[in-house]
Each structure stands twice: as C-alpha cells, then as structure tokens.
Antibody, heavy 120, light 112 residues
Framework: EVQLVESGGGLVQPGGSLRLSCAASGFTFSSYEMNWVRQAPGKGLEWVSYISSSGSTIYYADSVKGRFTISRDNAKNSLYLQMNSLRAEDTAVYYC?????????????WGQGTLVTVSS | QSVLTQPPSVSAAPGQKVTISCSGSSSNIGNNYVSWYQQLPGTAPKLLIYENNKRPSGIPDRFSGSKSGTSATLGITGLQTGDEADYYCGTWDSSLSAGNYVFGTGTKVTVL
C-alpha cells in the first residue's frame, strides 16, 4: 500500500525557517517524481514545488522561489522541503504528492498533510 | 490567483447529475492533460480523473471527465450525499516559468 506521511509542521515566527519531511513507503520511491502542494486555511490548492526522480530537475512556484528548497534522499525514501524567510501567507497545510503515470500529469497519491502556521 | 477558472459551487438533488467546468488557455489545458481531484471535508485531495477522462481503480463510473480545446469538464451522475466535497481540476502550465503546475479555483458540490 502506497503511503506518504508528512511531518515537521508547526508554529514559526515570520522570517523563520522550518523543514518538512515526507516519508514514503509501499512503492519504489526512487522511480517517481514528487511534489509539494499547499492549501491555505479555507482556500484552494496551490502547487509549490517539483523534483524529478533523481533530484536533478527541480521547479518552484514563483511565490516560494528563492525561499524554499526541495530535496530528496532516495536511500531513505524521503522527500523534504526547507522553508526559509517564512511569511504569514505561507500559512497552510502542506501535502507531499506523487506524480503518477508515464504522462507525469497527475498526482495519484497524497499524504495527509502537515500544518505550517507563520505568526508572531 | 489561479489561471484555471471553475464555478464556485454547484448543487443538485440526490440521484441527479452535475457538471463542473474548468476553463483555461492554450498554455495549460489546451496542450496538456487535465486531472480532477476530490477533497472531502478535512481530508487530503484524492485523484478522481487523470489524463482528461481516465478513472483510477476504485473510482465509480458515475464520475467522468472530458476535454475540448481549452476547457475541461467533470461530470457526476447519480449524485450521492457522500459526493459533497470540493473538486479541483489541474494541469501543467507553460505560460510562466518552466514546470508550473496549476490548479483550478475549486468547486463546492452540495447535494440538496
């Protein structure tokens, strides 16, 4: 059974940092592209970042570029999101999501999410 | 600000049909596959439709997807109370920087 379990969320002050983790199991993690997607309270879904299966290709949404860093450790079946210079508008539930299929056009599995609250 | 536009809400009685539109442009829907996600209250999104019109294993055929030009549509027939949720379309977009995935604005389905 495919499982994605996020951790690392919490309360952080504006300008602070946080590192999110996503533990993957039930599939060959090193073969799949992975993403982070977030959802602000009461708002819609917002894609945050993408990383290829090897980690060689990375993309970011303009809203987080220069502040967030996505990475992965295929030996540990883990995905990470280092978040620096956090702002109030980064407050959201952060989901890790697997990019599925040969087309790489959809997220077939999602974690349960971890809440990040940026507030003083 | 999402580049994919969906109606904020749709509603119908149990057993009826609803359709949800997702309007985009040539830089996203027009040249890429569309997927749809269902988000029940308090839960993570779940894949409902992928590659425009395919259903993952376990998704009933009451759910269908289609795409024409720069728009996509999700259909739900035989509406059930358990279908009350938020629905989002999604696709890759090439109008801004490379590798930009976009979601629709979201549609809340209410079963009357």
């Amino acid at each position: 059974e495919v499982q994605l379990v996020e951790s690392g969320g919490g309360l952080v002050q504006p300008g602070g940092s946080l590192r999110l983790s996503c533990a993957a199991s039930g599939f060959t993690f090193s073969s799949y592209e992975m993403n982070w997607v977030r959802q602000a309270p009461g708002k819609g879904l917002e894609w945050v970042s993408y990383i290829s299966s090897s980690g060689s290709t990375i993309y970011y949404a303009d809203s987080v570029k220069g502040r967030f860093t996505i990475s992965r450790d295929n030996a540990k079946n883990s995905l990470y999101l280092q978040m620096n210079s956090l702002r109030a508008e980064d407050t959201a539930v952060y989901y890790c999501a697997r990019l599925g299929g040969y087309s790489g056009s959809y997220f077939d599995y999602w974690g349960q999410g971890t809440l990040v609250t940026v507030s003083s | 600000q999402s580049v994919l536009t969906q109606p904020p809400s749709v509603s119908a009685a149990p057993g009826q049909k609803v359709t949800i539109s997702c309007s985009g442009s040539s830089s996203n829907i027009g040249n890429n596959y569309v997927s749809w996600y269902q988000q029940l209250p308090g839960t993570a999104p779940k894949l409902l439709i992928y590659e425009n019109n395919k259903r993952p294993s376990g998704i009933p055929d009451r759910f269908s997807g289609s795409k024409s030009g720069t728009s996509a549509t999700l259909g739900i027939t035989g509406l059930q109370t358990g279908d009350e949720a938020d629905y989002y379309c999604g696709t890759w977009d090439s109008s801004l920087s490379a590798g930009n995935y976009v979601f629709g604005t979201g549609t809340k389905v209410t079963v009357l």
